[in-house]
């Protein structure tokens, strides 16, 4: 089967730096993307891996281990707006399985 | 269309009926995906359709649930004699060919379903 999961809620402050941890075990793997969705939005992309290492777009950064299964998305001088939950899902030949998404609070 | 459009945004229906939610994906996408998002979880794949090949319906929760492509473009994701556990929020989703390093997959804004 198909695991991924991912803390179910966490609190910031706002211009700190967070970071949400995701774990996978997955039958194959082609890809870990992060995804952003606000209250009643569609999820939106945010970052891709498919190489260990860490990829840097802006204030957001997502870090990936294969041999792990793990993943990380950073996401640095935290806004108001940064409140949404955040998904991680593992691309598995063409299907996305994602987690339960982690519902991040930036407090003032 | 400039994004991928679902209709409707809502729908109410009483347990028992069928009902059809339908996703216009963006123009040139060949891939085509249904999801469902339950009140707090996470995304459940529906199933998967690609080009003129057959469908991946491997996420199809019951055979009350069916979905086709007419014209590899618009889909329509039919639940009949709807139960209350079908409601959810069905989004709708494409790509090139397959989701690609740059930017994934495009959602729509999807449909929430209630069933009374």
């Known amino acids: 089967g198909q695991n991924i999961d991912q803390p179910t809620e966490m609190t910031a402050t706002e211009g700190a730096i967070v970071q949400i941890n995701c774990t996978y075990q997955?039958?194959?793997?082609?890809?870990l993307f992060w995804y952003q969705q606000h209250a009643g939005e569609a999820p939106t992309f945010l970052s891709y891996?498919?190489?260990?290492g860490l990829e840097e777009k802006g204030r957001f950064s997502s870090f990936l281990s294969r041999s792990k299964g793990y993943s990380y998305l950073l996401l640095k001088e935290l806004q108001m707006k940064d409140s949404a939950s955040y998904l991680c899902?593992?691309?598995?030949?063409?299907?996305?399985?994602f987690g339960s998404g982690t519902k991040l609070n930036v407090k003032p | 269309g400039a994004g991928v459009s679902q209709s409707p945004s809502n729908k109410v229906t009483e347990k028992g009926k069928d009902v059809e939610l339908r996703c216009d994906p963006i123009?040139?996408?060949?891939?085509l995906y249904w999801y469902r998002q339950s009140l707090g979880q996470g995304l459940e794949f529906l199933i998967y359709?690609?080009?003129?090949?057959?469908?991946?319906k491997s996420g199809l929760p019951s055979d009350r649930f069916s979905a086709e492509r007419t014209g590899g473009s618009v889909s329509t994701l039919t639940i009949q004699r709807t139960q209350q556990e079908d409601s959810a929020v069905y989004l709708c989703?494409?790509?090139?060919?397959?989701?690609?390093?740059?930017?994934?997959?495009?959602f729509g804004s999807g449909t929430r379903l209630t069933v009374v």
């Open positions: 891996n498919v190489l260990d």
């Open positions: 997955t039958s194959g793997f082609n890809g």
């Open positions: 123009s040139g996408h060949t891939a």
């Open positions: 359709f690609q080009g003129n090949s057959a469908p991946d």
């Open positions: 989703a494409s790509s090139l060919v397959r989701a690609q390093a740059n930017y994934g997959y495009t």
């Open positions: 899902a593992v691309n598995n030949f063409n299907k996305f399985y």
